[in-house]
């Protein structure tokens, strides 16, 4: 199997890592993101006052696509940030063209990360008491 064969679609379903491009990509794009949720720019209703963090954004190989995730603070309002976010995307892409210099300017999706439920999981299992006595630890940590 060639290497070329072996890269990532970016979607992260097939386990293959994405390329140095797509991450560099990836991460200016999450940067300016960023910069443009937190000064503005567009004006939604469900979005004023809220403060949105942009954990993550992956690209697809050809760079067209960004698959962005984002989190509210607090994690309160999820779904209602999303719809508003996936609402403006187009305003936000066009915002965000006038600070990136790309050959195509990538369209954008919204989805909410659930890295931090995930981690926050794995964290309750270990400190679980069944996984301490197995470990030869009390619940507190202690030997």
Known sequence: MSSKSRRDDGDGRSGRAPSQRQLRVGEVVRHELSQILTHGGFHDPELQGRIITVPEVRMTPDLKTANVFVMPLGGSGEKEVISALNRNKKRIRGLLSQKLTLKYMPGLSFEL????????????LLRSPDVSRDLGKDPEGQQ
């Open 113 to 124: 990360d659930r890295s931090f439920q995930a981690s926050r999981k794995i964290d309750d």
